[in-house]
């Protein structure tokens, strides 16, 4: 089962990345937890993601299209980060999410979502 892990963006998040010392540790703790999910072969791709005031949002409405410039209202529905997982079930990844350092410095979601997989579309 595939799964995508969205950490959810906050006001920190949204200000960009600030190298300070607790950034940094942040990162290096993430770092080590990216390699258990690598070497237990969960993980398949993960990255951060910039602002959203560095990002574009493309509106449809029938054969219109109206680009929106960051950035975006609602800090608290914007995604900061993903991982994409193989799991064996939800159980598997929550227990994994349950081990993961906070990605924020403070109050922090992440959110795991299931992937549509050939089978359910039969």
Do not use: H
């Amino acid at each position: 089962m595939r799964v995508l892990v969205l950490v959810k963006a906050t006001e920190d998040s949204e200000k960009g990345f600030l190298p300070t010392e607790e950034a940094i540790e942040a990162l290096e703790a993430m770092g080590r937890y990216n390699e258990e999910l690598a070497k237990a072969g969960i993980m398949l791709v993960a990255d951060g993601l910039k602002p959203s005031s560095q990002g574009k949002r493309i509106a449809f409405d029938g054969p219109d299209r109206r680009v929106i410039d960051g950035p975006f209202a609602e800090t608290k529905e914007l995604v900061a980060g993903f991982w994409l997982w193989e799991v064996k079930d939800m159980d598997e990844a929550v227990a994994w999410v349950k081990r993961c350092p906070n990605p924020m410095p403070g109050p922090s979601e992440i959110e795991i979502r299931p992937l549509y997989e050939t089978a359910d579309l039969r």
